[in-house]
Structure formats: C-alpha cells, structure tokens
C-alpha cells in the first residue's frame, strides 16, 4: 500500500527562522515520484518541486531545500530564513506505479510564521 | 495566459439537488483530474480522465460523475446521492511528459 505521513499538524515559527516540514512515504516499488505543494489562503494548490525515486540528489531553490533519503522514506523540506508570506499548508504527495498517476496526499502541515 | 479555471468560486447547494463544478484548462493537458478536499485532511481523488471521452472512478466517486467530452473541459456533477458533499473541490491537470499536475482555484461547495 502506497502512503504519506506528515506527522506534524501545525507548525508555528517567528519570521527568520529556519524550519523543516517532514514527511516519510511508504511504497513497494521501486520507481516513484515525489512532490511537495503549497496551499496558500486562496485555497489554489502550487507546485513547488518534484523528485524521482532514481535521483537522491538534494535540491535548493532559494530559501527552500529538499532532503529525499531513500534509506529512511524520507522527503523533507526546508525553509530557511522564513518569511509571512511562506504562511499556508504544505503537503506532499506521492505517485507510485501504475498509470492513473494518482496522486496520493498527506494530511498537509500549516505553517504559521509570525512577524 | 495558460492555466486551469474553475468555476464557480463558491457554489450553494440545496440537499436533494444536483449541482455541475466546472473545469477548464488551456495548456493543452491530456490527463485530468477531481480532488475533493476536506478540513484537516488532504486530497482525495474523486475522477481522473486521461484521454477524452474516457474516464475512471478514483477513491470516492459514490455520488459523483463527470464526462470528458472536449479535451479542455472535465466537468463534476454532485449528485443528491453524496450524502455529504459539502467540501472545496480541486480540478487539475497534467501533461503526459511530466508526472506534477497543476491545479485550479477550487469550487467550495456548501450543501444548505
């Protein structure tokens, strides 16, 4: 069975700070894809980035990194230096074999950073 | 510009009535897709079409059912039969070269 857990429900931080959302997945095969989205107030869902089960390579995008570990079925994601505006809830989600590309979703970490 | 519209943002709904979602998108996108989601939960497939004139339930597809008629267009009906529907429903869609799929604004949907 296909699976993502992002244990950590709300997450508040002073702006500045740097923090990390988790998230660990679970899966049988072995060619996967993972993803993580944004979702603002406004409710639309932005993608943010996303990572193949061949590429461990971890990736920076400005103030945000990913750390994808295989070896713990891992896939966090940081923000450094946060911002007011990084506020929202952020999920990941996971694509696992098959066709349908079905994305499967975590229940999603709200990120409140205070000013 | 290219994207994903949805209309309309907030739609009211009697119990007992069907109501249609709209989906439309202008990025040429071949897959599509219904998310419903709910207050502290994340998405859950409703429909997905990845072809015209074809489509499959997803997890939750009591109560709902859609068509795929043009390529740009995935509309969601509610039928009296989802004994809850109240909820923000998600449209998306995706390209058959890259597995991300991109989202529209949402339809919150609340049953009076």
């Known amino acids: 069975a296909q699976k993502v857990t992002q244990a950590q429900t709300e997450i508040s931080v002073v702006e500045k700070e740097d923090v990390t959302l988790d998230c660990v997945y679970e899966?049988?095969?072995?060619?996967?894809?993972l993803f993580w989205y944004k979702q603002p107030p406004s409710g639309e869902l932005v993608f943010l980035i996303r990572?193949?089960?061949?590429?461990?390579q971890n990736e920076i995008s400005g103030r945000y990194s990913w750390n994808f570990q295989k070896s713990t079925s891992s896939f966090n994601f940081t923000i450094t230096a946060s911002q007011v505006v990084d506020s929202a809830v952020y999920f990941c989600?996971?694509?696992?074999?098959?066709?349908?590309?079905?994305?499967?979703f975590g229940t999603g970490t709200l990120l409140a950073v205070q000013p | 510009d290219g994207g994903i519209t949805q209309s309309p943002k907030y739609l009211f709904r009697k119990e007992g009535q069907n109501v249609t979602l709209s989906c439309e998108q202008n990025?040429?996108?071949?897959?599509m897709y219904w998310y419903r989601q709910d207050p502290g939960q994340g998405l859950r497939l409703i429909y997905y079409?990845?072809?015209?004139?074809?489509?499959q339930k997803g997890d939750i597809a009591e109560g709902y059912s859609v068509s795929r008629e043009k390529k740009e267009s995935f509309p969601l009906t509610v039928t009296s039969a989802q004994k809850n529907p109240t909820a923000f429903y998600l449209c998306?869609?995706?390209?058959?070269?890259?597995?991300?799929?991109?989202f529209g604004p949402g339809t919150r949907l609340t049953v009076l």
């Open positions: 998306a869609s995706k390209t058959g070269r890259h597995n991300e799929q991109f």
């Open positions: 899966t049988r095969d072995t060619t996967y894809y």
């Open positions: 990572r193949n089960s061949f590429d461990e």
């Open positions: 989600a996971l694509i696992s074999g098959g066709a349908t590309n079905k994305l499967i």
């Open positions: 990025l040429n996108h071949d897959a």
């Open positions: 079409s990845q072809i015209v004139n074809d489509f």
